[in-house]
């Protein structure tokens, strides 16, 4: 079974330039979500999909960030402009139920795309 | 928000020793689980648990949602094991929090 796929690994840009990340989930999986995981911390939910609506976003910067699911299928999140603040990883993840984040339904993360902001 | 702290934030191991990992929630939550974080960066599901004691292989958990903290054992840890190693609840409202993880280093 192929794993969640992220594009591109790694980005370097300069601030107030724009990035875009691009996620394939695990076929099938309804549930989609990114993450931000700054160096030393944990991962921090931007955004969850369940199918193409979005579930929670509570904490997703919208002055700056934005994110789509495309049929339901892969995901784009966008960054515009970047700070430095925003040098992380983001880690987009797939689960095959539906429902709350930790609900027991067993969480896969792809590798993650590790953005430098300078 | 909750507040979820794990501890040691650090560990270093002897290949072969034990070690138990704590995380402490500041509030009720309706789940619970630990993840690894594998040294390149990849995040793998271990325990799904809100209560109770579960086990898989070398390793096992144990929540006591009504004290508020959980406990991560590795037993004969290898070398494999070392990585970063993340407690994250949901609150009543849905909401999830990691903490800040255990460093887990494991030395032949």
């Known amino acids: 079974e192929a794993g969640v796929a992220q594009s591109p690994r790694y980005k370097i840009i300069e601030k107030r330039q724009s990035v875009a990340f691009w996620c394939n989930p695990i076929?099938?999986?309804?549930?989609l979500y990114w993450y931000q995981q700054i160096l030393g911390q944990g991962p921090k939910l931007l955004i969850q999909?369940?199918?193409?609506?979005?579930?929670?976003d509570s904490q997703l910067p919208k002055d700056r960030f934005s994110a789509e699911r495309l049929k339901g299928v892969d995901s784009t999140l966008k960054i515009q402009p970047a700070k430095l603040e925003d040098s992380a990883v983001y880690l987009c993840a797939s689960s095959l139920g539906t429902g709350s984040t930790l609900s027991g339904n067993t969480i896969y993360f792809g590798e993650g795309s590790w953005l430098t902001v300078v | 928000g909750i507040q979820v702290e794990q501890s040691p934030p650090d560990l270093i191991l002897q290949e072969g020793a034990n070690s138990t990992l704590r995380c402490n929630f500041s509030?009720?939550?309706?789940?619970l689980q630990w993840f690894h974080q594998n040294p390149w960066g990849q995040l793998i599901n271990l325990f799904y648990?809100?209560?109770g004691t579960k086990q898989n292989g070398r390793l096992s958990a144990t929540t006591v949602a009504t004290e508020r903290y959980s406990l991560l054992y590795i037993s004969s840890s290898q070398t494999t094991d070392s990585g970063v190693y993340f407690c994250?609840?949901?609150?009543?409202?849905?909401?999830?929090?990691f903490g800040d993880g255990t460093t887990l280093t494991v030395k032949p």
């Open positions: 994250a609840v949901e609150d009543n409202a849905g909401k999830s929090t």
């Open positions: 509030d009720s939550v309706n789940n």
């Open positions: 076929s099938g999986h309804a549930t």
């Open positions: 648990i809100p209560s």
């Open positions: 999909f369940q199918n193409n609506g979005v579930v929670d």
